[in-house]
């Protein structure tokens, strides 16, 4: 479950690991920093423009976002109580196009290339006592879980729904949460017994 590459032979598919988890943390970093809902907007389209350049149909950039609207909802909420409309959907822009630009990195790279490619640019970082594959398992896990973590959030939702839970949020939150730290669990365990 924790591997949702997708393959391809596109120019995103053929970019260095390390190339695109650099450009991940620099748009990461942009959509915070660079306060304009204009920047936002431009962000949002060039991420589609780049699912469109990795053969991947608009619904799996739709999918990466989905399992989320909910919290988008209680974000946008928030902002328009406390703040402006303006500012809930200026968050709501910039956490779509994070989680969308996470989800393309994971299904245009295999797990094993994203950790070699996170611990040989890391590889400096020896000289100062800094585990390189400790480090990059950490992160390729953490960049992996993202969409994965949406999928388990919808398939709580689809179930929760047949029921005639959907509306409530408990019902949706109490079995996300088990199922993600059993999850957790698992992969712990296999990594435990790899001996990593």
């Known amino acids: ?6 393959a391809g032979t596109s120019p995103i598919h053929m970019l260095r ?3 695109k988890i650099l450009s991940l943390a620099i748009a990461g970093s942009a959509l915070f920093a660079v306060d304009h809902i204009l920047f936002s907007a431009g962000l949002l389209v060039t991420t589609l423009v780049l699912y469109h350049l990795a053969g991947l149909p608009l619904s799996r950039a739709w999918a990466q976002i989905r399992p989320a609207l909910w919290v ?3 974000i946008f909420v ?3 109580i406390f703040n402006d409309w303006l500012i809930g959907l200026y968050a709501v822009v910039r956490l779509a196009v994070l989680l969308m630009l996470a989800g393309l990195l994971t299904l245009t790279t295999k797990s094993s290339d994203m950790i070699d490619g996170i611990t040989e640019g890391l590889g400096p970082l020896r000289r100062i006592g800094v585990n390189p594959d400790r480090v990059s398992l950490a992160i390729s896990l953490t960049l992996r879980f993202i969409p994965v973590l949406s ?3 919808q398939d709580v939702r689809e179930a929760q729904r047949a029921r005639g839970l959907d509306r409530n949020i408990l ?4 079995p996300t949460i ?3 730290i059993r999850m957790a669990e698992e992969v712990s365990d296999a990594i435990d017994a790899r001996g990593s």
Request: no cysteine; charged share 10%.
């Open 1 to 6: 479950m924790l591997d949702l590459y997708q």
């Open 78 to 80: 928030a902002q328009i």
């Open 72 to 74: 988008f909802g209680l």
């Open 151 to 153: 999928h388990v959030v």
């Open 17 to 19: 690991p390390g190339w």
């Open 178 to 180: 088990v199922r993600t």
């Open 171 to 174: 019902s949706l939150a109490i």
